[in-house]
């Protein structure tokens, strides 16, 4: 018999595994997609498109036997490096470019600008009018209006302004201005006269992949030398760290993704096999071997899934294209990464579904094809037997265990309680799957005995047919409470982690405005000089990376940070547990309470860091806090920041202070705004809440749709059963209200098994965060979800019925 013959007269059933397919391979080749833009995407430089070769420091901090931790901001390259590198045979020109914000006033309006060394710039030949610029000089790039040779140009430098000489204007990507070598080193004051990297020009006669190999023996490989347009990644981080945001998101959802789609195919494999038990057991009784049966089984799922495959890789493409642009205009990623679209990601989609499907398709044959002629005959006509005792006690062993994450969040607190907890509903899903037909059995067994043979009909064989199919009703009732669970710990953990961080940002912030926008240290002194302001801190995000060993194993890890200027005790209330704000000055930081403790750390000790530039730090921890959602693991002292090249513009200030005199500075300052002092972002949507949204809709569609596939399926499957009691006097109304009955129990049993893995665990989260111990946002949408799943039960299944009640009986 072959895979065509077999599969005539159950073509309904690899349908729905056509359509899972599609469904799956599209949101898999999206995960690709991002994975191979993270990793191959490439954007042209820009100011430093003229020169050949780029060397810079390497932007990671090595870790063993894992995944290096990736440095966001720059990592700085030796002052000694210039001239080592000048010596190499085919350089032309050497330059080293540091980028320095400076505050520029023109027309009594003070705005931000990116300050480089002349040196840079003059390495393509630029068309400038008049002369490079001396010791207090600037030349100004033509983009910046209103300034000619000759004028006297108002320059924050540091915490003062210095009026410069505009000895030229030139013609460059900007806007920006162009100092002396001497003046930026000065300015930048970066440790040792560093630089953040090496721009050089190859000689016209030279080869430049030549020249960059000699480099590379120069620099060793402690430092990256980068030709072509892997350059741009070099010249701006954004790009870097936008390609790293893409692998963790990336990583983020292929745990999820790889469950949703396995959960799927695997029951539309199980659905398409149970429909074939009986043409399996002929197979088996006329001398087919069971390898010969699970190969025929698996060429015919292969067909069905190609079917599917190739539209859903080409939907993948489109839809990352435009999910890529999405999260650049929400603000997730920094800058537009150009997508890859290359064939590699769509053929690992295809190999990768492929594999896929033939281990559902061989896994769901396996327990069919081994059993013996006869016994086979006689299963293709009942459930098969119960699962084994092992199958069910590995699945309520796993069920258990999803719930005790969840109760950690009333000891531990921080990001780990939200992992924690959501990674716990999946591993329940994943027990609810082994252990659900034994689960089924019993309430359907108990609820058959409490109804008693008293119950009407209709009633009385929806609950003996849920019980006496059992592995059919837990397979409804485990991929439903997927569908349910996921969306609830989805939901309910992205807002439990809002309102904790709002909660906290609000109480903390003691501040009367925040003014928003990048400012120099010029733009902080002024405003704290301004009459009526009390004070004026900067406030920079950004990170740390701290090694630590557990259980004899180092484990390197990047924990959020904020840099605070000084007198942050007057502007924020970070509910201090042990030590003072008013300390953290120099060389200093603060701690989370919970971190510490877990750190092992006290106010006192020194703490071994790494900076977001990978400098190595040991500041004393000279305070202790609560509120540690809503400001972070780590509280940095600016001047720490400063003094190893990092906050060279803060992000924003938190001011205290009279607001129209706030009012009356940022009228003079058009790049920065006033903001009520609430939280760290001010105003404006939340790019996380947007992108869990986007991403756990189209996720909640193609489960439910994929559902509703497999329940049609099963439900047309019953047409023997349904035309029987038709014959035996049961009319089309009673047999209708018998299956709604059904799709309730099952929608019931979904809801109820979803509500213990996700629910219960919110609710824990909750109380342990807010200690209120219910889940913490919209409460609508618990039962929204459970009307859905209850919906896709009864439609799918009641469509079916009247598709077979249509039918004569004795044709059914």
């Not at 430092?223 to 010249?235: I, K, L, P």
């Not at 404006?684 to 569609?701: C, E, F, H, T």
């Amino acid at each position: 018999m072959s895979a065509r013959a077999l599969a005539r007269g159950h073509v309904g059933a690899l349908v729905g595994l056509a359509f899972a397919i599609l469904g799956g391979s599209a949101f898999i080749t999206v995960g690709a997609v991002l994975t191979e833009t993270s990793l191959r995407a490439e954007v042209p430089p820009t100011r430093l498109a003229d020169a050949e070769i780029l060397v810079s420091a390497a932007q990671r901090v090595p870790v063993v036997e894992d995944f290096d931790v990736r440095l966001p901001e720059r990592a700085t390259v030796p002052a000694d490096l210039v001239e080592r590198v000048g010596r190499v045979p085919g350089v032309s020109a050497v330059a080293a470019d540091v980028g320095l914000p400076l505050s520029i006033t023109t027309d009594g309006v003070t705005r931000t600008v990116e300050a480089h060394p002349w040196p840079v710039a003059d390495l393509g030949d630029p068309a400038l009018r008049g002369a490079a610029p001396g010791p207090d000089a600037v030349v100004v790039d033509e983009e910046i209006a209103g300034i000619e040779v000759g004028d006297r140009l108002a320059v924050g430098v540091g915490e003062t302004r210095r009026n410069l000489l505009v000895s030229g204007i030139v013609d460059a990507p900007g806007p920006g201005v162009h100092l002396a070598t001497s003046t930026m080193s000065d300015l930048a004051a970066l440790p040792g006269g560093a630089s953040d990297l090496l721009a050089i020009r190859v000689s016209d006669d030279a080869d430049i992949a030549a020249v960059a190999a000699a480099i590379e023996d120069v620099v060793g490989g402690e430092y990256a030398v980068t030709t072509g347009d892997a350059r741009g990644a070099v010249e701006s981080l954004a790009v870097g760290n936008a390609r790293l945001e893409l692998v963790a998101l990336a990583a983020s959802l292929a745990g999820t993704l790889l469950l949703l789609v396995g959960c799927i195919v695997a029951s539309a494999m199980a659905t398409s096999v149970a429909n074939q038990r009986r043409e399996l057991a002929l197979l088996r009784a006329v001398g087919a071997t069971p390898r010969q049966v699970r190969g025929l089984v698996a060429r015919q799922a292969t067909v069905a899934a190609a079917c599917g495959l190739l539209p859903g890789v080409a939907l993948g493409y489109l839809a990352a294209g435009w999910f890529c642009d999405q999260l650049a205009e929400r603000g997730v990623l920094p800058v537009v990464v150009p997508v890859v679209h290359s064939p590699i990601a769509g053929l690992v989609v295809v190999a990768l579904t492929l594999v896929v499907v033939q281990l559902a398709a061989r896994g769901a044959t396996f327990r069919a094809s081994r059993r013996p002629a006869t016994e086979a005959m006689g299963d293709a006509q009942v459930e098969p037997r119960q699962p084994s005792r092992v199958r069910t006690g590995l699945g309520l062993g796993l069920v258990v265990l999803s719930l005790a994450p969840a109760f950690g969040a009333l000891v531990v607190t921080g990001e780990e309680a939200f992992l924690s907890a959501v990674s716990g509903t999946l591993l329940g899903i994943v027990g609810l799957a082994l252990c659900g037909p034994a689960l089924a059995r019993a309430v359907t067994g108990r609820l058959a005995e409490r109804r008693g043979e008293r119950a009407p009909v209709t009633r009385w064989l929806a609950l003996h047919q849920t019980h006496a199919y059992a592995l059919r009703t837990a397979g409804a009732v485990t991929v439903l409470a997927l569908a349910f669970g996921l969306t609830v710990a989805q939901v309910f953990a992205q807002s439990t982690l809002e309102r904790a961080t709002s909660a906290e940002q609000a109480a903390g912030m003691t501040a009367d405005a925040t003014i928003t926008g990048a400012l120099t240290a010029a733009d902080v002194a002024s405003l704290g000089d301004t009459a009526g302001v009390d004070a004026a801190v900067p406030m920079v995000s950004t990170s740390v990376v701290r090694t630590s060993r557990m259980l004899g194993d180092a484990t390197t890890e990047r924990f959020p940070a904020l840099g605070l200027g000084p007198d942050a005790d007057r502007v924020v209330d970070l509910d201090v547990a042990a030590g003072g704000l008013a300390d953290l000055r120099g060389e200093t930081v603060a701690l989370d309470a919970s971190t510490a403790r877990r750190w092992g750390l006290d106010v006192g000790d020194r703490v071994e860091l790494r900076l977001a530039n990978g400098d190595p730090v040991s500041p004393e921890v000279v305070a202790t806090y609560r509120r540690g959602f809503g400001f972070g693991t780590v509280v940095a002292s600016t001047e720490l920041l400063a003094a190893h090249g990092l906050a060279r513009s803060a992000d924003a200030a938190l001011v205290s202070g009279d607001p129209a005199a706030l009012d009356g500075w940022a009228a003079s300052h058009p790049d920065h705004a006033v903001t009520a002092a609430t939280s760290l972002t001010g105003s404006g949507s939340d790019p996380q809440r947007w992108l869990n949204l986007i991403v756990l809709l189209p996720m909640l569609g193609y489960v439910l749709v994929a559902v509703a596939s497999s329940l049609r399926t099963t439900t047309r499957r019953r047409r023997e059963e349904m035309s029987t009691l038709r014959m035996l006097g049961a009319t089309p109304r009673q047999i209708r209200s018998m299956v709604t009955r059904e799709a309730l129990l099952l929608g019931s049993l979904a809801i109820a098994a979803g509500t213990v893995l996700s629910v219960l665990p919110m609710s824990i989260l909750g109380l342990g965060v807010l200690a209120r111990p219910w889940p913490q946002g919209p409460l609508w949408v618990i039962p929204a979800i459970g009307a859905v799943v209850m919906l896709a039960a009864l439609t799918s299944m009641r469509g079916a019925t009247r598709r077979i009640l249509q039918r004569p009986p004795l044709t059914s």
